[in-house]
């Protein structure tokens, strides 16, 4: 096992850092505003009508959006102190331990499972339905494809054992109690 010297953790404490800010731009101001662009613009080409009434509309939001920034922010501050990592797996900001405490406890991807109900959530703040459905619909087959096809395999052959088992006893995004062994 190879000795890691207090600057190399240091260095790498600073790009967990970085990577964490630079990813929550991307993946919480960026992306949303093109989603919102977007969709705001098929809604309106298209003709289609808002989905519920102002204040209504607000209320659910609200409720999806604080629902789900508290899962992925719950997720990724689990990620950072007990994997040491980040939601980014660059090898050198990986996490170094499988986190299944905290949110992990409910679901294998609670950072999925919360962004979803934020995209929900500013679809109803926008009262889109494109956004509501659309946009987030193809936010859900995008985030599936990545976690199934890259990321679940990608920690079976980091974590092994460990993680089939956790994978067995966990739902995928949406959480729910644990799975009984047979």
Known sequence: MRFISDKEEKSRNRKRIIVLIVSGIYVIIILPIIGVFISLYIDAFFGFS?????????????????????????????????????????????????????????????????????????GFFFNSLFLTLGFTSIIVVLLIALVKLWEEKNLEKRFGESYVEYKKKISFIIPLPRKKQK
């Open 50 to 122: 808002i989905l519920i009434t102002t204040p209504f509309n607000i209320i659910i939001a609200v409720i999806f959006l604080v629902v789900g920034f508290f899962w992925a922010i719950w997720a990724n501050i689990e990620l950072y102190r007990m994997g040491q990592g980040s939601p980014v797996p660059f090898k050198e900001t990986q996490t170094r331990i499988l986190v299944i405490r905290g949110p992990y406890e409910y679901t294998r991807n609670p950072m999925v499972f919360g962004y979803i109900l934020i995209w929900i959530g500013m």
